[in-house]
């Protein structure tokens, strides 16, 4: 069962909160750069992270799952977010040119189902960002937080559930290092930098990119069999008139045989 979208909004609004959005939202900058001019989609609950792509990107939005349950985004301004089905996303073919998926995989019905609905309304080229709580990380088993529930993942996990979906994991990385304390929301910096390398393998998020390859199709030939038509053999046929047949009669033969006599009698 999903986390209500009130839930996901205070948590933002913590402290701690707050430390998770700075350090996810460096990674999906570092990753995508300028998205001026693209479209961008946010699946699950992205909105804390798509605020600079929304300055500049052609065109955002935000898609919250029905179980969860949407809010107005951004607020006091045009909104840009709409409440969907995980599984049957109301959207266009090949529409978007970047999608970031958070909060999305964990407690998703069909996970499977959901990335392949990503990968229909990806453009040819396009590329995708997973964040997943890690299975190594203190974070997953934080019920606290919004990272503790649903189903954690490893890389190997979340490599094989991408490639599945007929999508190209394209790179990974790791992100929030700092204990899911409140109290220790302040020293995130510090866990950051120092975390990524003393102790990679106990980051609380695991992120990875995925790209859509679109291939050419080739057709290929097969072989289909010539019908050819011989003209029919001619017989010759005998001259003169053929004789006609009329039901159930036989031809009468040219030459008749003859007609067998009684016997002890002798024609004179």
Same mark, same amino acid.
């Given at each position: 069962?999903?986390?209500?979208?009130?839930?996901?909004?205070?948590? *933002?609004?913590?402290?701690?909160? &707050?430390?998770?959005r700075?350090?996810?939202?460096?990674?999906v900058v570092? +990753?995508?750069?300028?998205?001026?001019?693209?479209?961008?989609?946010?699946?699950? *609950?992205?909105?804390?992270?798509?605020?600079?792509?929304?300055?500049?990107?052609? &065109?955002?939005v935000?898609?919250?799952? +029905?179980?969860?349950?949407v809010?107005?985004?951004?607020?006091?301004?045009?909104?840009?977010?709409?409440?969907?089905? $995980?599984?049957?996303?109301?959207l266009?073919? +090949?529409m978007?040119?970047?999608?970031?998926?958070?909060?999305?995989l964990?407690?998703?019905?069909? %996970?499977?189902?959901?990335?392949?609905?990503?990968?229909?309304?990806?453009?040819?080229t396009?590329?995708?960002?997973?964040?997943?709580a890690?299975?190594?990380?203190?974070?997953?088993?934080?019920?606290?937080?919004?990272?503790?529930?649903?189903?954690p993942y490893?890389?190997?996990?979340?490599?094989?559930l991408i490639?599945?979906?007929?999508? $190209?994991?394209?790179?990974?990385?790791?992100a929030?290092?700092?204990?899911?304390?409140?109290?220790?929301?302040?020293?995130? $910096?510090?866990?950051?930098?120092?975390?990524?390398r003393?102790w990679?393998?106990?980051?609380?998020l695991?992120l990875?990119?995925?790209?859509?390859?679109?291939?050419?199709?080739?057709?290929?030939?097969?072989?289909?069999?010539?019908r050819?038509?011989?003209?029919?053999?001619?017989?010759?046929?005998?001259?003169?008139?053929?004789?006609?047949? &009329?039901?159930?009669? &036989?031809p009468?033969?040219?030459?008749?045989a %003859?007609? %067998?006599?009684?016997?002890?009698r002798?024609?004179?």
């Amino acid at each position: 069962m999903r986390r209500d979208v009130l839930d996901l909004r205070a948590f *933002y609004a913590a402290p701690l909160g &707050r430390a998770a959005r700075t350090m996810l939202t460096r990674k999906v900058v570092e +990753a995508w750069g300028d998205v001026r001019d693209l479209d961008v989609l946010g699946l699950g *609950y992205a909105t804390p992270f798509l605020d600079a792509a929304r300055l500049n990107a052609r &065109r955002v939005v935000a898609a919250m799952p +029905a179980q969860q349950g949407v809010e107005v985004w951004p607020l006091g301004e045009r909104n840009q977010a709409c409440l969907v089905e $995980e599984a049957a996303l109301p959207l266009p073919n +090949a529409m978007f040119d970047r999608v970031l998926a958070v909060h999305a995989l964990e407690e998703a019905d069909d %996970p499977a189902a959901l990335l392949a609905e990503i990968g229909r309304v990806m453009a040819p080229t396009g590329r995708l960002i997973v964040a997943v709580a890690s299975r190594d990380g203190a974070w997953a088993g934080a019920e606290t937080t919004q990272f503790g529930h649903g189903r954690p993942y490893s890389r190997s996990q979340l490599e094989r559930l991408i490639r599945d979906a007929e999508l $190209e994991p394209a790179g990974w990385t790791r992100a929030l290092y700092v204990p899911p304390f409140g109290a220790m929301a302040g020293w995130s $910096e510090g866990f950051e930098q120092v975390g990524a390398r003393l102790w990679p393998r106990f980051a609380g998020l695991i992120l990875m990119e995925a790209i859509k390859q679109t291939f050419a199709v080739k057709p290929r030939g097969h072989r289909a069999r010539a019908r050819v038509f011989a003209p029919g053999v001619l017989l010759p046929s005998p001259a003169g008139p053929t004789p006609a047949r &009329r039901g159930g009669e &036989r031809p009468i033969p040219a030459h008749p045989a %003859p007609v %067998p006599q009684a016997p002890g009698r002798k024609d004179v």
